[in-house]
């Protein structure tokens, strides 16, 4: 519900920041260390260009989720913050928009470096860029459709049969919020699934495969308000700073719960 509130006012603004500083910042290096007039080429992007275009922006997209999604599972302090999300344990739909407001924040930033610079490389070729619309739905929209975000955070087993090859379905990322140690650390994608495959994060269930959701921490009714899941996740990332920076003083209760980066 935050996120859904805050997405008009200041993560979709910071977003459009982030990449539109990153790329006129990657724009304006490569024309000085480069010497050449972006862009190069004159007069509107042609359909081939604006098809390229809007392909590699999806990809970038992607992929830079994937690697934040991974990173929040594997670094402490962005666990801390992505806990929120996974401390879910019945999936109705807007459990998608369970997140901590500041781990939206930093995933707008991680987007502008590798959204950003795919753009700034693009503006030194063409100008007047557009994303490809189809019937005149933005792709990003289309997009949203066809990972289905709200069907995946329920618990309805849908798979898109062989297109799981290529699109991850929501039953492959359910599996993602199983308490199942076997399913730790998988299935990280956002609609493309073969970034889980070309690094070795798929993992793939049964067709018919029920999962337990949430976490096995044992302090996981800590999540059930609203401090615990806007106030707890700032006072753990404290607590894994204060310990790197004072190593030798003892850890309270909070503190020993919340070791470790996954559940």
Not at 43 to 54: D, E, H, S, Y
Not at 123 to 132: A, D, G, H, K, T
Not at 220 to 243: E, N, T
Request: a positive charge.
């Amino acid at each position: 519900v935050t996120k859904k509130a805050l997405m008009p006012f200041l993560m979709l603004p910071a977003g459009i920041v982030f990449v539109t500083a990153v790329g006129y910042g990657t724009n304006w290096l490569f024309s000085t260390l480069l010497h050449f007039q972006s862009p190069l080429t004159e007069g509107p992007a042609g359909p081939v260009t604006v098809l390229i275009f809007t392909v590699s922006m999806l990809l970038a997209y992607d992929i830079s989720y994937y690697l934040y999604h991974v990173a929040q599972h594997r670094y402490p302090l962005l666990w801390e913050l992505h806990k929120v999300h996974h401390s879910a344990e019945v999936m109705v739909g807007i459990t998608k928009d369970r997140v901590h407001p500041l781990d939206e924040l930093i995933n707008r930033a991680w987007d502008g470096i590798i959204v950003g610079f795919c753009f700034g490389i693009w503006s030194l070729i063409s100008l007047n860029l557009v994303e490809l619309t189809v019937f005149g739905v933005n792709v990003y929209v289309m997009r949203n459709i066809l990972m289905m975000d709200f069907v995946r955070h329920t618990h309805f087993k849908i798979s898109f049969g062989p297109l799981n090859h290529l699109i991850l379905c929501p039953h492959w990322h359910q599996l993602h919020h199983s308490v199942d140690p076997r399913h730790y650390d998988k299935n990280f994608g956002l609609l493309f699934s073969f970034w889980d495959r070309l690094f070795g994060t798929l993992c793939v269930p049964r067709p018919d495969e029920d999962f337990k959701f949430g976490l096995v921490d044992r302090d996981v009714r800590d999540y059930q308000s609203l401090a615990g899941l806007y106030v707890m996740p700032l006072k753990r990332m404290w607590g894994h700073i204060a310990r790197r920076i004072r190593p030798g003083k003892p850890r309270s209760r909070t503190s020993r719960a919340s070791e470790g980066t996954r559940p």
